[in-house]
T-cell receptor, first 110, second 116 residues
């Protein structure tokens, strides 16, 4: 079963930062936090992942709270192409099955 | 790097026939591959985990005799839906994981199966 909860949907104005929260209060010490997104009828696309430190790459930033019970994905300047369902997943570094929750449907508004 | 392909991208078959879907890691060796199913407006559901050279591990409620998985090499896994029925119509997605410190998965583009 998925160990994450996310808001069902969010809107964001084009050009503004999109902040997508995720709760994972039962995360274990060896579990990473992964973020993926899925545009309609395509396979999920990897965005970013982290263990306990904040991470940044060319797509997004990941902020993980000190207790690791929640995280926030930040898209710094949302574009229309960022409209997608965003999934937050926690998975251990062994076995690494992904159990997807319902995700957040992000709509970027012109 | 880390590209995963699936073939076919879509398939229509008649009820009672079998359909094979291929999943390939194009530029890396995948120690583990995964198969998911996604119904319309729903999330991805993990069906099975496949390691090269060994039997797949199926999630609870997934019939192993209906969904045959073969992982013959480090770059290829196949899913065969046997005796397909209309309720098997779905979007089937594979992913591949390469051994690394954090085990991220790379997903294929998916295969749309329609059973008539």
């Amino acid at each position: 079963d998925a160990k994450t909860t996310q808001p069902t949907s969010m809107d964001c104005a084009e050009g503004r930062a999109a902040n997508l929260p995720c709760n994972h209060s039962t995360i274990s010490g060896n579990e990473y936090v992964y973020w993926y997104r899925q545009i309609h009828s395509q396979g999920p696309q990897y965005i970013i992942h982290g263990l306990k430190n904040n991470e940044t790459n060319e797509m997004a930033s990941l902020i993980i709270t000190e207790d690791r019970k929640s995280s926030t994905l930040i898209l710094p300047h949302a574009t229309l192409r960022d409209t997608a369902v965003y999934y937050c997943i926690v998975s251990a570094n062994t076995g690494n099955q992904f159990y997807f929750g319902t995700g957040t449907s992000l709509t970027v508004i012109p | 790097g880390a590209v995963v392909s699936q073939h076919p991208s879509w398939v229509i078959c008649k009820s009672g026939t079998s359909v094979k879907i291929e999943c390939r890691s194009l530029d890396f060796q995948a120690t583990t591959m995964f198969w998911y199913r996604q119904f319309p407006k729903q999330s991805l559901m993990l069906m099975a985990t496949s390691n090269e050279g060994s039997k797949a591990t199926y999630e609870q409620g997934v019939e192993k005799d209906k969904f045959l998985i073969n992982h013959a090499s480090l770059t290829l896994s196949t899913l065969t839906v046997t005796s397909a029925h209309p309720e098997d119509s779905s979007f089937y997605i594979c992913s591949a994981s390469r051994q690394a410190s954090s085990y991220e998965q790379y997903f294929g583009p998916g295969t749309r199966l329609t059973v008539t």
